[in-house]
C-alpha cells in the first residue's frame, strides 16, 4: 500500500557532490518518520539520515557535516544532499519509511551510489 520511489544514484568522485530523493505514497501514511539507509559492499545496512515524527534529524557519525537530509511532511518527501562524499560512501542506498503508529516499515529498491576516482 506504501510505496516509495528512488533517484539520485549514481557515479561520483571523491569530494564530490550527489542528492538522492524519495518519495513516498500512501493513503494510510501520516506519522512517520523517513530517511536513507545505506548497506556497502560486502557490510550491513546501516541508517545514513532520518527525520523522525518527532521533526527532528539525525545522522549517522560518519556523515555528519558532510551529507543533510531535507523533508517535506506534507507531500511526503526526503532529499539527501551528499557532499564531500569519500570512498567509503559507496553502497546501495534505500529510502526507509516508519509507521509509527503501525510499526510497519517499509523500503525503496535501492539506489546505487559508486564513490570511484
Known amino acids: 500500500q506504501v510505496h516509495l520511489v528512488e533517484s539520485g544514484g549514481g557515479l561520483v568522485q571523491p569530494g564530490g557532490s550527489l542528492t538522492l530523493f524519495c518519495s513516498a505514497t500512501?493513503?494510510?501514511?501520516?506519522?512517520?518518520?523517513m530517511g536513507w539507509y545505506r548497506q556497502t559492499p560486502g557490510g550491513r545496512r546501516e541508517m545514513v539520515a532520518t527525520?523522525?515524527?518527532?521533526?527532528?534529524?539525525i545522522y549517522s557519525d560518519s556523515v555528519k557535516g558532510r551529507f543533510t537530509i531535507f523533508r517535506d511532511r506534507a507531500k511526503k518527501t526526503v532529499t539527501l544532499q551528499m557532499n564531500n562524499v569519500k570512498f567509503e560512501d559507496t553502497g546501495i542506498y534505500y529510502c526507509?519509511?516508519?509507521?509509527?503508529?503501525?510499526?510497519?516499515?517499509?523500503w525503496g529498491q535501492g539506489t546505487q551510489v559508486t564513490v570511484s576516482s
Open positions: 500512501g493513503r494510510d501514511l501520516t506519522t512517520f518518520s
Open positions: 527525520w523522525t515524527r518527532g521533526d527532528m534529524a
Open positions: 526507509h519509511v516508519e509507521q509509527i503508529r503501525s510499526g510497519e516499515v517499509h
